[in-house]
C-alpha cells in the first residue's frame, strides 16, 4: 500500500525559490575582486539565475551539459549555484589551486561546454585555453567595461552584459530528483583527480540536515560567512544551506587574510563563519596581535582537516565563540559530522569539554558512519577502538563519474573515506588519522594527528606536521616538523620535552625539524607526501 | 545525466535507528494513566519498537497491514509509532473523542488488523468491539497484572506481555519510501471522516523541515512536551522531529489541565511546549492564578485554531516565552507554517511584533502556500488581498483513502486548505477565516477569527466564538458569543463599545450571547455548526 501523499522532486530550483519568495530581501554581501563589497539579495539572485537559464538555452546547451567556473566566492558564483543546475545543467566547480595541466584535464574530463571565470584567472585560462577545445564559451565574470582584451582569448564574453541580454522570465523545468545537479574533482595526490557527481536529491537532503540546530544550526537570524570555498566542496553546502534557512551571506571573495575576514565579520555582523584551520589561524593572529575581540561572531564551524584543540580553546575560552567542529570530504557532499555537545557535556568542566570538542561529531540525520578493522569486522563504539571509517547515506559517493579503474568503488554498500577513526558510545567520531598517515612503530600504530595537536598547543608553535620516518629495527619512527610563530623561540630539546606525560614515551617524537614553512595543498591541507619527499633523507637522532 | 550518489529510501526505521545511536540515552518522560511519572530513553524506544516489530511477525501481519491505537501521549505509544511503521505495517492513530459509532466504522474503513488501547479507553472498545469483526488482536497498553477483565471482551491480551515474548532483535526491512506509514482520520463535521495516508518519504521530509530553527527549532538541548495528542495529526509530528534532534520528550499523558501541565515543566525543564490554545489558556490561568513563573520554558508552539493575540501578548511579555504560532492540518502531515520573526522584523516594537506572531508565519521549505480568487486566479502576496489557501509539496495529500466521492480532489495540482488567508510580501501567511466561517454582511465579507481575538482581549472574557446569524437586509450579521472568566463581569454595551476603533463600524457585531461553554470538537476546536444550530433562531436586536 503506498502513501497517499503528492510527489515533487527534491530540486535545487525550489531553494532559490524558496529564499526568493520568503527571505528575498536577506541579503547577500561579497568582496570582489575589484576590491569593492558589493550588496545584493535572495531576490536579486533569484533573479539572475533565472537570466542565466535563459543564457544557457541562448546557448543552446542540452540538459545535463556541464558549465565549469573557476572563481572565488561570491555572489555571482551564487547565481551561477542555481542558474546551471536548477535549469537542468550540471555545474562543474574547478579548483583553481590545481595545476593548470590538472585543471584542463578535468574541464575536458567533465567535458565543460561553458566556463566562467573571474578576472583573476586570466593567466591560468591562458595557460589551458588551447588545451579544452570543446568548451565553446568562456565568460569571464565582469561588466563589459572591465573585460581583458588578449588576442590568445578570442570570443571572450562579458558574464553582466550575457545575462543582462537576457529576460528573467523562465520556468525552472520539473527535473527528477536523481538527476545530477554539480560535480567537483577531488584533489587525489595520486593518479587523475576523481570527480563525484551530486544529484537534486543529495544536495537539497544535505542542506536540511546541515541547517539543523545540531549542526550548524541556521536561522534567518544568521549572518553566514563562508570562508572555505565554493570552488572546493560545494562551500560545505552553504549556498544551498543558507537559502533554506535565509541567511544574510557574506562572501570573502579571494581576501582569506585575517584582517580582511576580520574586517567583514565586525562590518556585516557575522554570527557564523566557516573554514578551515589554517584560516582561523591567521584570523586569530590577527585579533590577537591587534587586541581586537569578536562582537556578533558566535559560532564557527571548522572542518577540511582536524581544528588543534589549542585553536578550540582560543575561540571559546578567549572569544567565547563556540567551535563547531566538523569533519567531511568532496565524496560526503560534504558534511558528515559536525561536533555539537549535547546537553549533559555543556556541565562538564571547560578542559573536558574541549577534548570533546576536539572530536569531529556525530554523523548528521541521514547518513551512518561505522568503523570497520582489517578483516572487515565491525568495530564497537567504545571510543578507543579505532579503524577503517566507513560511510553510508543518501549524500555519500555511490560511484565516481567515469573512473580510470574500479579500485575505489564501495565496499558492501559502504563507501571507505581513507580515514582511521575512533566512535565511542555517544557516536561522536574522532578521526586519529589518514590512512595513509598513521606511523607503525614496533607494530603499533601512532597518530600523526594526536602528536601534532600536541605540539600546536605549544606557544611558539605556529604549524605542525608528523610524518613517518623509516627506522631499521621499528619500522617507522614519527618526527614533527614545525613553523615557529614570527618571534617566537623554541629548542628541539624544549619541544620533545612537552611531550613527557602527554602521550606514552614510545609515541614521542624521535626527532624536531624547523621549517620556514609547511607545503599546502589545493585546498588548505598539509601535504605530507611533499613532506615525506623532502625529508626521505633526515637521519634520525641515536637513541 | 544521473548523479552518482548512495540511493537509500527515506525509512521511519532510519529515525529511530539514529536516536538509538546517537542519543540513546535522552529521556522519555511518561505521565501514565496509572497516575505515575515513567521514564525510559530513545534507546530503550527503539529496543521495545523491535520487540513489536517480531510481535507483528507473530501475529502474521502482512506488510502494510493497519495497526490501530487508541492511546495518549505516552513511551508505548510512541514504541508503536516506531515498531509498527519501521516493520513496513500501517501505523492507524484513532481519535478516541470521536462518537464511538464514527470510530468503529473508522476502524472498519481502515481494516485495523489489531488495535492497541489505554485502559482508560475499555468503555469505548467495549462499545466497538463487535462492530469491528477484522479486528484479530485487541491489546490492551499495560502490564498483566493490570489487565481489566471482562466477559463481554474475549482474547485481551496485555501489551507488556506481548511485546516482552519476543526478542528485540529485529532488523528493519528496506521500504520503498513512497509507502504508506501512517494515517489519519480528519474529523469531517459532514459526511464520514476521511483518511490521510502518510508515506515514511512525506514523514521524514516533514520531520526535517519542522525541525529546522527557523520552524520548531529543535536540537538534543531541548526538552519537548507535546499537548497535541499523538492520537490525532502525529502530535504535529514530534515523535518523528525529536528523533533526529535527540530531544529529551516529556509526554503529559491524559492530564492536559493547567496544574499538571506546569508541574510536569518545571521538574522535567521542559523548554518547548506546543498546544492548542484552549490548552495554554487553561495553563497560563493556572500560572496567573498562582502567581508562577516558567524557569526554564522558553518557547511554545501554539496551532490548531488561531492564537489570540492577547495570549502571545501573555507567553512572550509576561512570561518571556516565545510564542511559535503555527498552522497546519492532518492534510499537511501537519505542519504548513511556523510564524518565527525575521531579523529586522525583532528590532519592531512589541506591539508590532505581537501583530507580526498573530499571523500563522511561513510556509516550511519543502511545501508552497498560494491564495486564488474565486475564479482561480493567483492573488498577490500583499497582506491585504485575501482568498482560498491551497497547498502543494512534499507532505501535503494527494487524495484521501478510499473517498466516499471524489469531491475533495485537487485543484490543477494544489490542496484546497478550506481556509481563507492573506499572505504578505515576506510570505507570512495570515488565515482570516474558515471558508466557512466567514460572514458575508451587506456584500462584504468579516472575518470572524478577527472579531473573536478582539473579545479575547478584553480582560473579562475566557473565550469567544463568533458566526453570523441570518439577515433579512444585509444577508448576514456577526453575533460575538462569550464565556465569561471565574468572577469576572462584564456587559453586552461594554463589549461593543470595545469594539469602536478596533475595527469598521459594520463590522462590530451585532449582539453579544454569554455562555456557560462553548461546544468543541474532537480535536480541540470550537465546534461553529454547533453554535449555528443552537442560536439559530436567536433574535438580533433592531438598529
Redesign the interface.
Known sequence: ????????S?SIS??ID?AE???G??EIVSRRVEGDLHRTTWAAVARRARQIANGLEAFQLAF?DRVGTIAWNGYRHLELYYGVSASGR?LHTVNPRLHPEQIAWIINHAEDRVVCFETTFLPLVKAIYKECPKVKHWIVLCEADRMPTDDDLPGLISYEEWINSHSDQYRWPEI?E????SMCYTSGTTGHPKA???????TV?HA??S????AF?????DSVLPAVPMFHVNSWGLPYSTA???C?VVFPGPGLDGKSLYELMESEGVTLAAGVPTVWQGLLEHVKQNGLRFSTLNRTVVGGAACPPAMIQVFQEGFGVEVLHAWGMTEL?PIGTVC?L??NQ?NLPPEEQVKLRAKQG??L??I?LEIFDELGKLLP?DGKAYGSLMA??????????RPDDLSSS?VN?W?PTGDVATIDG??FVQITDRNKDMIKSGGEWISSIEIENIAMAHPSVQMAACIGIKHPKWDERPIICVVKRPGAEVTREELLAFYEGKVSKWQIPDDVVFLDSIPMGATGKMLKTKLREHLINHRLPQT
Open positions: 500500500m503506498l502513501g497517499l501523499m503528492q510527489r515533487h527534491l525550489s531553494l524558496f519568495r520568503q527571505h530581501d536577506a545535463s550540471v527528477d536523481y538527476a545530477a545537479s563525484v557527481v551530486y544529484s537534486h536529491r543529495s537532503l536540511y540536515a541547517a539543523l540546530p545540531n544550526g541556521l536561522s534567518e537570524r533554506i534557512a535565509g544574510k557532499s555539537s549535547k546537553n555543556l556525530r554523523a540525520y541521514g551512518e563504539h553510508r547515506g543518501h549524500w555519500v559517493v555511490g560511484e565516481y563519474f564501495l554498500g563507501f555517544d557516536g
